[in-house]
């Protein structure tokens, strides 16, 4: 099973994948971070169906995740995700960061999508710890993908050396 996931280090909107995540915030309307990157990568269209999103049904609460399309991203789709803010731990925090990691799957299993890319969710601006917050990541995909056919291969996508480090030694650990 460990074989089904791997870790990257690099740009998350140039991943050949069949669907991104974007670590977004509620308002679904870009912002900085990997959000601001995937949104000046995708193009207008991206915040476009995220405008539409929130009109239909508001802002998106942490632990939630929607499904829009890439735009200029060479994706299928993009999973905006909404992580928890880290508060010290005492918010169930470690639960709402493992539903939004289970709600990307289901996004991707839904659509047919074999291939989803992963940032670090919420350990950017959202201050979740980094070794805590992989630890989620990888447990709670490994758990997913041990019971269910899609998605068939899970990448990590790591901006920096600290994470990257951080989800190989993980991986390892498998």
Request: aromatic letters at 6%.
């Amino acid at each position: 099973m460990s074989e089904r996931m791997s870790v990257i280090q690099g740009d998350i909107t140039r991943v050949k994948a069949d669907v991104i995540v974007n670590a977004a915030n509620p308002s679904l309307l870009g912002g900085g971070g990997v959000d601001g990157a995937i949104h000046q990568a995708a193009g207008p269209a991206l915040l476009d169906a995220c405008k539409v999103i929130v009109r239909q049904q508001g802002e998106c609460a942490p632990g939630h995740a929607v499904i829009t399309e890439a735009g200029n991203i060479a994706v299928k789709a993009v999973i905006h995700a909404v992580g928890p803010v880290w508060h010290g731990g005492e918010k169930h925090e470690a639960e709402l960061l493992e539903q939004t990691y289970r709600n990307c799957l289901d996004l991707a299993a839904a659509n047919g999508y074999q291939t989803i890319a992963f940032p670090a969710i919420s350990t950017g601006v959202y201050g979740y710890p980094k070794q805590e917050a992989a630890k989620i990541a990888v447990d709670t995909v490994y758990r997913y993908i041990g019971l269910r056919p899609l998605p068939e291969q899970v990448v990590f996508v790591c901006y920096d050396d600290e994470n990257t480090q951080i989800y190989q030694q993980l991986l390892a650990q498998l």
